[in-house]
């Protein structure tokens, strides 16, 4: 450029300033060169930074960023001008998402082993202590595994572990339900009623790792799964097979060496037959309350108590005992139970509290229906007696005149129990016609033993049996003929117990003609549902009893302390007979 700018000069003015421009060169050039120097300094710094983006990235491709993909991300567009910019803004990162594993512990999952620090350990180790399993080994084995370990996330019918396939993977389950199935695809857990579930807390796939072989089952996702997975090479490097064989060994040992208890049952079987058992059982802790078999006849398992108690409970539909109804008639004063007039109805209060279940049950408070009993009496017999507060207040007065009066039509309508006439046959008849055409109102059932109030429509759960630590249930039953089967649901409780689950099917195809003849001989009957309702009753009848006189006797005490003693009765005297729940269901200590 400079060389271009010197010939385009006139002659002259080129040698007189000969001097001058050999100074300018040396200026220009100097520049030039100071220029080139610094453009090549940028780019020799340009390209090292770039050099160590380009080694760190290598190193991060090893990092998998953690996407939550279940849910779509929301995104947000902002116009500014002619430009157009997307926001983007993921609330699943900010969702707190209750029980599943937080995300600080996932992203330190998927780093490399090596890539984790003491301290990010320690979290993790923390965020596990929640597993079952997991907080049962040593606290070395605890760190060793939290250094290793990583995340998966899985969907409802993912198949994670095939039956014949090779095993290269243990699991911890941290949340989620997968089913234990003997089919390939696992779709069985989905039509079977009581399929063999492993929920959080609980590991599996130990089995092909311990001993060399192929996995014995499917493992399938019964919904949204998060597991913890270890490695083969982790697994034996942290020499986690020495534990999980002692929990193999558990098993083994029961049915081996427990034979006493179990009624001889495994005695004959050889030796390799209990190792297969044992391959395919697991132990199970329950705390105290928990159910552990929601219906037993129906169960395709036997269930081995190892510790602790469990209790047998059976839901007792009281409309359909004539025990309950006899009950009713004496406390309500209503006509006798006559057992020849039966109404062949079919219609029962069993199906209502099928509904119930475990999660609720009706409350039977007879004591609404006993004040409705008792206070017109009380009107009548002791103008000392408060009014209610509804009828000191003019409005509701009126509304209650209305509402008399309705009762009244409804009353001369609807077809009474007694078929007696209202009129003036006593107090007590007009009483318990009031009670009776309230409540047909709202509605009675029919029952195979007569109607009856749907107020008074209960149904309790009463103790049968109690099961212990040694003793199985769930066989006898199987092996009797269809109609010699007691068919009734029997719920099975834990009272902190411990137990083994063995398929029906499985042990039906290893067990010898020996065992099968012991278990015919065992017999277990349980109580008739009227039976049953006796002795409810019997026992409620005592805590009535026991709640009256208590009542008496506090009363009789606070009225001597308050005012001197009154002949009067106290209105909360009467309220005795209120049905108990928890007392009566669960035949409490105190029963
Ligand atoms: N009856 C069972 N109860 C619980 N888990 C089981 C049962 N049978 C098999 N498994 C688990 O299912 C896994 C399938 O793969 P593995 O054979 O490696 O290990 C098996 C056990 O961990």
């Not at 509804?390 to 129990?417: P, S």
């Not at 007009?430 to 109607?451: A, M, W």
């Amino acid at each position: 450029m400079y060389q271009m700018k010197w010939r385009m000069l006139p002659r002259n003015q080129q040698h007189c300033s000969w001097f001058d421009q050999k100074l300018a060169i040396s200026f220009d050039q100097q520049r030039t060169f100071k220029s080139l120097y610094e453009v090549t300094l940028d780019i020799m710094i340009k390209s090292r930074v770039c050099k160590i983006f380009w080694q760190g990235l290598r190193r991060f491709k090893e990092f998998q960023f953690i996407y939550v993909t279940t849910e779509a991300c929301q995104t947000f567009g902002v116009e500014e001008g002619e430009k157009y910019t997307k926001l983007s803004f993921n609330y699943n990162e900010f969702k707190i998402r209750k029980d599943h594993l937080p995300l600080r512990a996932i992203q330190i999952t998927k780093k490399k082993p090596e890539w984790r620090t003491e301290k990010e350990i320690k979290l993790l180790q923390n965020c596990l202590q929640l597993l079952e399993s997991y907080r049962n080994y040593s606290p070395n084995l605890q760190h060793l595994l939290a250094k290793v370990i990583r995340f998966e996330r899985f969907g409802r019918r993912r198949v994670i572990i095939k039956k014949g396939h090779y095993g290269n993977t243990f699991y911890f389950i941290y949340f989620g339900t997968v089913a234990v199935t003997e089919d390939e695809d696992g779709n069985s857990a989905f039509l079977d009623g009581d399929p063999t579930l492993l929920r959080k807390g609980a590991a599996f796939g130990e089995i092909a790792l311990l001993k060399g072989t192929r996995r014995v089952a499917t493992v399938v996702c019964m919904e949204e799964t998060e597991l913890l997975v270890v490695d083969k090479e982790d697994f034996f490097a942290n020499k986690l097979d020495e534990e999980l064989q002692k929990e193999l060994q558990y098993c083994y040992t029961f049915f081996k060496f427990t034979t006493k208890c179990l009624d001889d049952v495994f005695r004959t079987w050889p030796e390799y037959s209990i190792e297969k058992i044992a391959n395919h059982c697991r132990a199970e802790k329950f705390h105290s309350g928990q159910v552990i078999v929601r219906d037993i006849v129906e169960s395709t398992s036997i269930i081995f108590i190892t510790k602790g108690t469990c209790e047998v409970l059976h839901l007792v539909d009281l409309t359909a005992c004539p025990s309950y109804h006899k009950w009713i008639c004496q406390q309500m004063d209503l006509p006798k139970y006559n057992p020849h007039s039966t109404m062949e109805t079919g219609v029962t209060g069993r199906k209502k509290f099928n509904d119930f279940m475990w999660k609720s049950f009706p409350v039977q408070d007879l004591s609404n229906l006993k004040s409705l009993y008792i206070l017109p009496l009380k009107h009548h017999r002791d103008e000392c007696f408060k009014k209610p507060s509804h009828v000191i207040n003019g409005k509701h007065e009126n509304i209650n005149r209305k509402l008399e009066k309705q009762k009244r039509d409804d009353r001369n309508r609807v077809c009474r129990f007694d078929n007696s006439p209202i009129g003036d046959e006593g107090e007590r008849e007009v009483v318990q016609n009031e009670v009776l055409g309230l409540i047909r109102k709202k509605l009675t059932i029919l029952t195979p033993y007569g109607e009856l109030p749907t107020a008074l429509a209960a149904a309790v759960y009463t103790r049968v049996d109690e099961i212990h630590a040694g003793e199985f249930l769930g066989i006898s039953q199987h092996l009797l003929p269809e109609y010699m089967q007691d068919k009734r649901c029997f719920v099975l409780v834990s009272r902190g117990a411990e137990i083994i689950r063995l398929k029906k099917d499985r042990f039906e195809e290893l067990a010898d003609d020996t065992t099968i003849m012991k278990l015919h001989k065992i017999k277990t009957t349980y109580p008739s549902d009227d039976e049953l309702c006796q002795k409810f009753l019997k026992q409620n009848n005592w805590k009535m009893f026991r709640k009256d006189v208590v009542n008496l006797i506090l009363d009789q005490k606070f009225m001597m302390m308050a005012s001197p003693p009154s002949v009067k009765p106290k209105e909360d005297a009467n309220s005795s007979w209120s049905v108990n729940r928890a007392g009566k269901l669960f035949e409490t200590e105190d029963a």
